[in-house]
């Protein structure tokens, strides 16, 4: 089976032009038997995948609903929960990578570095906190982001080889014209959230590979090193902003007041 497991909707991410509907009649018409939404900390996009997910033209096709996190101190991750668990908590941003860990897998989720080896105030190895410890803890790694340079992707595969990790493939596609550039394949049958995060947990096979993009200014100008300031302190600023309500959402995720949506 292949799937693009790394995909911004317009519904879920204010940058991407590209609605559920058209990555899903697109991915068909590739021969793709999937992909996966990985809006950052927003689950608008799946619960638009959920309005149109009974229609009979989408019976044979599986659309894994995830999420890219970002950390504090860890950059972008990508998040699988298990089918039907959207947890309130990962759409505020902002937790340590240490804590997203012990929260996903309580749960029954898997969670993996995406581009780790991209732009650094955005990638897990950018971090100096980033660690042993906290890789093992992973349950894959991107190894594969159209966005990225080749040398970007061929560390990120070497480093998953190192720890023995699964490699996923995504375009973190914003713009259709993206869209079929990434793939993951695998001899397993993937039909939902539950079907992939048994495959990675089992220690399944896993190929990624696909074509990075030509440079365009856009992506020269975030590599630019103002840009990457201006990321960090977007991000750590949004992060204290929020921290009492991702602080009390987490008191009440502990105390199993679960809030699935």
């Known amino acids: 089976m292949k799937f693009d497991l790394h995909c911004h909707t317009k519904e879920g991410s204010f940058d ?27 689950y608008r996009g799946c619960r638009a995948w959920h309005k149109i997910q009974n229609h009979p033209k989408y019976k044979d096709f599986t659309v894994i609903c995830g999420i890219e996190y970002d950390t504090k101190d860890a950059g972008h991750v990508l ?13 505020i941003r902002g937790m ?5 860990v012990n929260v996903v897998h309580s749960l029954g989720g898997i ?24 890789i093992h803890q992973m349950d894959f790694i991107e190894t594969f982001n159209t966005c990225e340079k080749e040398d970007s992707n061929r560390l990120a595969t070497e ?8 490699g996923f493939a995504g375009t973190d596609a914003h713009s259709g014209k993206y869209i079929g550039m990434a793939a993951t394949e695998t001899s397993r049958e993937i039909r939902c959230n539950n079907d992939l995060i048994e495959a990675v947990l089992e220690g399944a096979a896993f190929s990624a590979g ?12 975030k590599d630019h090193w103002t840009s990457q300031i201006g990321y960090k302190i977007y991000n750590r600023g949004l992060a204290k902003a929020k921290v009492f309500r991702r602080k009390a959402s987490h008191r009440r995720l502990m105390k199993h007041k679960y809030n699935f949506v």
Not at 159 to 166: E, F, H, M, Q
Not at 210 to 221: D, F, N, P
């Open 96 to 100: 340590r990578c240490s804590k997203l």
């Open 159 to 166: 480093l998953a080889a190192k720890y023995g990790l699964p």
């Open 16 to 42: 991407s032009k590209v609605p559920v509907s058209e990555y899903v009649s697109k991915y068909r018409m590739l021969g793709y038997d999937g992909f996966m939404i990985a809006d950052h900390n927003s």
């Open 210 to 221: 696909g074509a990075e993009r030509e440079e365009t200014r856009k992506s020269r100008a």
């Open 111 to 134: 969670l993996g570095l995406a581009h780790p080896f991209g732009i650094p105030s955005s990638s897990a190895m950018g971090f100096r906190l980033m660690n042993n410890d906290l």
């Open 79 to 91: 998040v699988i929960m298990p089918d039907g668990v959207y947890l309130p908590l990962l759409k």
